[in-house]
């Protein structure tokens, strides 16, 4: 017998793109999905049309699962595709607007983002880095950050991005795996007006680093630093004597781009590996598609370049589409609460791309914040990293969006590449708290255990059916992980995600959760995303992570930690009454058994909750590697919490 996970949440109404917005979509095609469908490869083919190619492919795909080839002989360069080709036309357009935390900034032009690219690319060639060599990136969010990444593909050697708040250990760790000799860091930054000391960290780290041979290190805070002879080089040194001229280098198709790791939540991170012709053609028509990336947008996409969204969606999809984007150092808490909204008023922001972890923080902060700004330039938003709660999603439609922007809820991972389930904004009708339909090419489906398809409003687990161009292709070093983890539950042919999902009437995807936190009460299998969802719907709670722990009665019991709203207080009547709210909402077998108020809980750098590390708290197991968490210390204040409950 196949267990399914049982989903009982109440539908949202439905919301719809206003007409202006249809008229003018860049697809604006109904027919588009079912196009997709009758030639897959054919689609993908007419799309690769949109990237530049020195030399055009053999194939467009070839599959032999689980390793697909795609654009296979084809030739061309990553970095060439987002600058280069838009030169002779858009060479004065602003491509990039720096936005730094001490309220400093900076814009380069596509012309003057070519210029540095390529002299720092020839630098990089000079000091001796070849093709295939792998480059560690640990920069926070300045424009070197992006001129690296460009210059590394310019060259042909994969870049590894570190998230610049890691730890010294998680940075060694990262250039190990990967057998990285060089880094591109830089001197220190500032973090709400504390300097970091960057180098520092840097130094630290690799001397538990045997492969480092070369560390470049850019001028940003100007703080004192040591530079160790033979080894260290500033930025500025190496770029002074070199060409301003680079050719681009003529790279497969199927030559890595980069690697890139995930976040962590559920386990050691994975060194995703991407290649480049896929990778472009994919995250070039999703940018296109799904942000409606127009000639006269600012598009402003908050993730860090750490992580694969700063990679896909603040560099080379909007890039390689010659957009304009807005690159943001610092937080959206300071100079204060409102410097999000005063850079888009300061810019006339367009498109804006964030997380439901800040869109919580923003409704958890009042209205009044956002209202004191001009966010009349919006005209699209867009939502990634976790399932985003329905009432978010008003809050975020409504106060942000002034009830007139779609919204794009936007599934995928580091290992698709690209987004995989997303509405089209000109065509998708919008309900709040689901990703909608598969992007055109793109077969997911709920299964169960056996890969059966579960019926339709039943929850079971998310699968990809068949290759798509910006798939990853391998686990740096570890090809039977990569096997183990996506491609052993149903055979090789079907890809799982992990993720724990139910399929409506109207064939929408409802993201449940993860599979592995999927809780087991009393026979019933719950998703956490919905109980999470019920607890935020209550005016009182700000944001909820449930958990399951270990009962000898039922098996598991509900517990769920909860984030309270500025102007609601702790009390056991309120907990008792969010006990009873989850139970109108969603049953009896919902019911929280304990309710923890907290102020904070564990998350990954990118603002999602560490899920296996909330559930060594609940069950008082180990907690496991923590390098990418983001506040270690509320790690022994929850746990102290649950055991006063036991
Ligand atoms: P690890 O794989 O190391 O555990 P991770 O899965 O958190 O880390 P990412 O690749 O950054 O690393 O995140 C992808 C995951 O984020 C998805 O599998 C899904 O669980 C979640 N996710 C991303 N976007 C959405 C979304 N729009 N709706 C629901 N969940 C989402
Ligand atoms: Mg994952």
Redesign the pocket.
């Known amino acids: 017998m196949t267990e399914t996970i049982e989903s009982l949440l109440k539908e949202q109404k439905k919301y719809y793109p206003p007409e202006e917005f249809v008229r003018n979509a860049n697809m604006k095609d109904p027919q588009i999905y079912e196009k997709a469908e009758e030639d897959l490869e054919g689609f993908w083919e007419e799309l690769a049309y949109n990237i530049d190619w020195f030399k055009k492919w053999d194939t467009v795909l070839d599959w032999q699962p689980p390793h697909a080839k795609w654009f296979s002989g084809a030739k061309l360069n990553a970095s060439y595709n987002c600058l280069d080709r838009h030169i002779s036309k858009h060479g004065d357009k602003t491509a990039l607007i720096w936005e730094g935390e001490m309220e400093n900034s900076a814009t380069y032009t596509y012309r003057e983002l070519l210029d540095a690219t390529a002299r720092f690319a020839a630098a990089l060639k000079e000091m001796g880095i070849k093709k295939g060599d792998v480059v560690t990136i640990y920069l926070p969010m300045i424009p070197e950050a992006v001129i690296s990444m460009l210059a590394c593909s310019r060259i042909g050697a994969p870049h590894s991005v570190v998230f610049a708040g890691f730890s010294a250990d998680a940075l060694a760790q990262r250039m190990n795996d990967s057998n990285s000799h060089y880094l591109i860091t830089c001197d220190g930054y500032f973090h709400k007006g504390k300097l970091i000391e960057q180098k520092e960290k840097a130094d630290i780290g690799l001397e538990n680093c045997n492969c480092v041979e070369k560390v470049i290190v850019t001028n940003h805070a100007a703080n004192a630093i040591a530079m160790k002879e033979d080894r260290d080089i500033w930025w500025d040194e190496l770029i002074h004597n070199v060409d301003s001229e680079c050719e681009p280098e003529h790279m497969d198709a199927e030559d890595i781009l980069f690697l890139m790791y995930?976040?962590?939540?559920?386990?050691k991170?994975?060194g995703v590996v991407h290649t480049t012709g896929g990778y472009m053609v994919g995250t070039n028509v999703t940018s296109k598609w799904i942000f409606d990336l127009k000639d006269d947008d600012i598009y402003w996409c908050t993730a860090d370049v750490g992580?694969?969204t700063g990679h896909s969606y603040l560099v080379y999809g909007p890039l390689s589409n010659g957009a304009t984007i807005v690159m943001h150092e610092g937080a959206p808490d300071y100079p204060d609460k409102g410097r999000f909204w005063d850079i888009v008023e300061k810019y006339g922001v367009t498109i804006f791309y964030t997380a439901p972890t800040a869109i919580r923080t923003f409704m958890k902060w009042g209205d009044d914040i956002p209202a004191k700004y001009d966010l009349s330039s919006l005209r699209l938003l867009g939502?990634?990293?976790?399932?985003?709660n329905p009432k978010a999603w008003l809050w975020y439609y409504e106060v942000i969006g002034n009830s007139h922007c779609p919204i794009v809820?936007?599934?995928?991972?580091?290992?698709t590449g690209m987004i995989m389930i997303s509405p089209l904004p000109g065509l998708t009708t919008m309900k709040p708290g689901t990703?909608t339909r598969p992007f055109p090419g793109i077969k997911a489906s709920v299964l169960d255990d056996d890969g059966n398809e579960v019926p339709e409003g039943n929850g079971g687990s998310l699968a990809i059916e068949r290759p798509w161009p910006s798939m990853i292709r391998t686990i740096n070093g570890d090809e039977q992980r990569f096997l183990d983890t996506y491609w052993s539950k149903w055979g090789t042919d079907r890809y799982l995600?992990?993720?724990g999902a139910r399929r409506d009437k109207d064939g929408y995807f409802w993201?449940l959760g993860?599979l592995d936190d999927v809780i087991k009460v009393s026979g019933h299998r719950l998703g956490t995303m919905e109980i999470e969802s019920s607890l935020v719907s209550h005016k009182a709670v700000a944001e909820a992570a449930v958990d399951g722990k270990t009962d000898e009665i039922k098996g598991e019991v509900v517990v769920a930690y909860v984030i309270l709203e500025a102007d609601a207080k702790a009390s056991d009547e309120l907990k008792q009454e969010l006990k009873e709210h989850v139970v109108e909402e969603i049953g009896p077998i919902a019911r929280p058994k304990q309710i923890i108020f907290t102020d904070d809980l564990p998350k990954?750098r990118?603002g999602?909750i560490m899920r296996r590390v909330l559930k060594a708290i609940t069950n008082d197991t180990e907690v496991g590697d923590i390098t990418t968490l983001q506040n270690p210390a509320v790690v022994e204040e929850l746990k102290r919490k649950v055991n006063e409950l036991r």
């Open positions: 995930t976040s962590g939540t559920t386990g991170p994975k992580w694969i939502s990634v990293g976790e399932p985003i809820d936007t599934w995928w991972q580091t290992e990703a995600a992990g993720d993201v993860r990954t990118s999602k």
